[in-house]
């Protein structure tokens, strides 16, 4: 059974990600007592709030060694709103991530899609493998905000066409491009965010370099500041030993 589609529906059109901290359980305390039951068992919670020194000491030699698994005993998720094609690339990261999306099978998709900003880079400049991006034209952005908006509303009065005719929804999606935002919730853990930040942002401390494209990047920045709040002590060994995963 199809709903009737709201009429006049007018597309819209923004150049920014939206990243929201809804729940956590994530200190740099988790880390703590979960790399400690290894020397002093059951009695590692009695242990946190010994000598803050040693415990800096503890976090960065578990970075810098790559001891790992004390920094999964954590647990974030973020509300995100994003174009669709920068989901697909976020859903790479499998290992340590769990993610639920809003569906266009059961509810009609809303007309936002992502046209870039003025400050975004348009321009890509050498080879595969050795390229960076430069500035645009004020012609080529022009270009590039009028061919978007002129498909998105093509695009959106054909799908909007389909669902009066009593097309499904999970039909008439298809004819949808990525540039469509959607939402989802995205859950990890610090070690699982940091592989994911190590790839999908660049940074003057990181020992590997990463040429993450700039919309996920947006992405990877807003969510790395909310980390860096919960779990400064961590966060601080991470760019202390050039922002590689443990």
């Known amino acids: 059974m199809t709903e009737t589609p709201v009429e006049d529906l007018k597309p819209t059109f923004r150049g920014d990600v939206t990243v929201e901290l809804v729940k956590h359980t994530a200190s740099d305390s988790d880390v703590l007592f979960a790399a400690r039951v290894s020397t002093v068992g059951e009695q590692s919670l009695d242990e946190l709030s010994k000598d803050p ?25 973020f509300l995100i709103s994003a174009p669709i094609f920068v989901f697909r690339e976020f859903m790479r990261h499998r290992v340590g991530w769990s993610y639920n999306e809003e569906s266009g099978r059961y509810r009609e998709l809303q007309p936002v899609f992502y046209v870039p900003d003025a400050d975004r880079k348009l321009v890509q400049e050498g080879r595969p493998g050795k390229y960076e991006f430069v500035e645009g034209t004020q012609a080529q952005q022009e270009l590039t905000a009028r061919c978007m908006e002129d498909s998105y509303r093509q695009a959106y009065e054909a799908y909007q066409e389909m669902l009066a005719a ?9 004819v949808l ?14 070690r699982s965010l940091m592989h994911f930040l190590g790839l999908r942002t660049q940074h003057e401390l ?14 990877g920045e807003k969510m790395e500041a909310e980390w860096a709040a919960l779990m400064p002590l961590t966060y601080a060994a991470f760019n202390a030993n050039g922002r590689v995963a443990p």
Not at 166 to 174: L, Q, S
Not at 177 to 190: I, Q, R
């Open 166 to 174: 009593g097309v499904a929804r999970e039909v008439a999606r298809a």
């Open 177 to 190: 491009p990525v540039g469509l935002f959607s939402s989802m919730y995205a859950t990890c853990n610090a």
């Open 206 to 219: 990181a020992k590997v370099p990463s040429f993450p494209q700039r919309e996920i990047e947006m992405v």
């Open 53 to 77: 020194a040693r415990s800096k000491g503890l976090i960065n030699y578990l970075m810098r060694d790559r001891h790992g698994s004390p920094f999964e005993h954590n647990s974030m998720t």
